[in-house]
């Protein structure tokens, strides 16, 4: 028996390279293919008068679609349409106008040149913890003005997570978004990735926004382990695991993670929380998350160089005490540099710098000022060893002392002597641990100081702070 001929594949209508837009008169030029799905490809684009780059979201009409330039009323495509142009928030992928023609439906949209978190979790395997808590911040971000506004993205997965050039994080490919109706539910359909499908979903419930939230968990899941949480081998299996919240246990991960995953992947839509309870959950709240991103934490691990806060904090506290005395000057950069200070690795990333006015060509003293060190700034509070957070606490809790004025620091009656020097001595300071540093005249031995106002000599102890209110020499 001879073989039938072969059913051939239908072809795409090519796209051209040379596109104009009939309704604003602007001509693009088509790039390269940048991404592609199920129902359509995404292009790079330049505006070919003002070399502006979008990205093009292609659509091939179906059949029975209209002529040129017409949309059939009610489809897929037009209410996607409908839906984003509306849309403008900085974590959602902005729409900048669309067109058509016989072949064609044209989506002008932001271009997002760091391309998708799919090309990021396939180059890294898995993300850090910090990672995944901004990126999840712009998510909720975006997702919030999405639910303000009664729309189900009913598709949140890695490949429609865009990133610009400055690694902010933006939600796009909106095609399944739909409105919510009175009940807070959208149509029973089994739409979307089924990794990510929530049980109400798989139970012909419909979506709601607690759907949005489980796929939340599910991309969390992911991308700290590298795995989803749950695998369609087979399809039955997955949807009774879906139902009753059963996946691998990430034993790996910090408790807060952890935590925080369990509740996102509640069987049950009432028990997860809502966006709003998902930032204030341990995980956000005790945990470090950057300001911005590096670029090359697309293909390789950031290193997160945690602010040296005690070497800034004494720089800010100098320029405060100096601001009191005479004259109101700034410490010079090698007075004020502390142990540590050195600059940081070329791939660190310093969040929230700022030069300090000595460095920036501020006068210097016309007095020197001595700036001595002894002792250790290591908190003696219970914490984890070397913990920058407990650092700055102790700290603070010192300055504090050595910032308030307290009582006046003569006897009645008492003259002033002459101006203040800071010298060294044994003075015992119960509170802050070693030996510190005590107020003195040139003329008259050791005496109190504990008023800062009356000093004209201002100094910045780096290690223990022992400027203490009544402090006396020790006898």
Known sequence: MEPGPRRRRACRPLVSVFLRDPGSGRVYRRGK????????????????????????????????????????????????????????????????????????????????????????????????????????????????????????????????????????????????????????????????????????????????????????????????????????????????????????????????ARCLIARLLAPDPAERPSLEQLLQDDFFTQGFTPDRLPPHSCHSPPIFAIPRPLGRLFRKVGRLLLTQGRPPCPVTPTEASGPGEDSPHPDSMDWGGEASPSERGSPRLEVPVHLLSQGTLRSDVAGPEGSPRQEVDAAIRKLTLCLDPGPPGRSPGQPVGPPSLCIPGKVPCPHLGPPGYFWGSPGAGLREASDLRQVTHPVLCLGVLSCQRGLTPAR
Not at 171 to 198: E, K
Not at 236 to 254: F, K, T
């Open 33 to 256: 293919l940048i991404g592609k799905g199920a129902f359509s490809r995404c292009y790079k684009l330049t505006d070919m008068s003002t070399s502006t780059v979008f990205a093009l979201k292609v659509v091939p009409r179906g059949s029975g679609g209209g002529g040129a330039g017409h949309l059939r009323p009610r489809g897929k495509v037009e209410r996607e349409i409908a839906l984003h142009s509306r849309l403008r928030h900085r974590n959602i992928v902005a729409f900048h106008g669309h067109f058509a023609d016989r072949d064609h439906v044209y989506m002008v949209l932001e271009y997002c040149s760091r391309k998708s978190l799919a090309h990021v979790l396939a180059a890294r395997r898995t993300l850090t913890e910090p990672e995944v808590r901004y990126y999840l911040r712009g998510l909720v971000s975006g997702l919030r003005y999405l639910h303000q506004r009664r729309i189900v993205h009913r598709d949140l997965k890695l490949s429609n997570f865009f990133l610009n050039k400055n690694m902010e994080v933006k939600i796009g490919d909106l095609g399944l978004a739909a409105r919510v109706g009175p009940g807070g539910r959208c149509h029973r359909v089994l739409c979307g990735t089924p990794n990510f499908l929530a049980p109400e979903v798989i139970s012909r419930d419909g979506h709601s926004c607690q759907s949005d939230i489980w796929a939340l968990g599910c991309i969390m899941y992911l991308v700290l382990t590298g795995a989803p949480p749950f695998v369609a081998a087979p399809l039955s299996e997955m949807y009774q695991n879906i139902r009753a919240g059963r996946y691998p246990e990430p034993a790996h991960l910090s408790p807060a």
